[in-house]
């Protein structure tokens, strides 16, 4: 076994992480804890035959249910998230993508416009769609959980509208509705979720919970308003189905303990966040897909 000092369990991935730039951007929303470093272990996870239906308890950014439906990967996914604000953002982009367009055309965010959209209540859900977008790229790092400040510097020193495409988001937004027949989004609890659908023939699960594990970065309760998960929980619905699933956790000391018990399959991926530092993430499967 190739073993390192902060992670000797577990075999490193085949598969690198991968550069961001390497692969289709098709997600709107820029999400703390993004997963395109992962589409290529994605790939072969999903690889041989279409999968029916892609479920993805904790949606997020969406880009694992978007990349399996624009590659033709699964039939259907079905994205769920707990997020007020995130679940407002997805059911603007699946049933109202061209009024959504319209807005991200004619909006030229300064900082006392973007603040001024931030204290006020939507009033339908387009307004709260466009405003979880607005705040999401121009906040640091697009944490939307309260207390999160707007940029500043931003990409390349541009700061506030730094992150805001226009034409690139418009573009992203209408390949999400020309796929829309086949993306589903609910709003709820994604732990109920794998609990009530473990069974259902023809499932697969992605599954990556904000990270809150004993031992973890923690960094959950910074980054997500919804950062409390039980991932004993999580892990008891996968062992006693018999759906094929891959999860992603932060390394950890309880999250090595429920691989053991549950006797899945991890391999270590080391990818880079936002301060290029390397960090090493663990990628779970019910069988060995990647050593």
Known sequence: MKRSSTTQEFDRSALPAVNVASVPQRSPLRYPGGKTWLIPHIRKWLGGPSTPLLMEPFAGGGIVSLTAVMEGRVARALMVDLDRDVAAFWRTALDHSEDLIARILAFSPDRDGVEQLARQAPQSVLDHGFRTLVLNRTRRGGVLAPGASLTRHGENGGGLCSRWYPD????????????????????????????????????????????TAAGGKRAGSRLYRHNTVDHARI????????ADFLMTYDYSSQVVELIRQHHFHAVVVDMKNGHHARIPELVITRDSLFS
Do not use: C, M, N
């Open 235 to 242: 892990f008891h619905a996968l062992a006693r189905s018999h």
């Open 168 to 211: 690139t988001l418009a573009k992203r937004l209408q390949d999400i509705a020309h796929h829309g027949d086949r993306l589903l989004f609910y709003e709820g609890d994604g732990v109920g979720i794998l609990d009530t659908f473990a069974e259902y023939p023809g499932t697969k699960f992605f599954v990556d919970p904000p990270y």
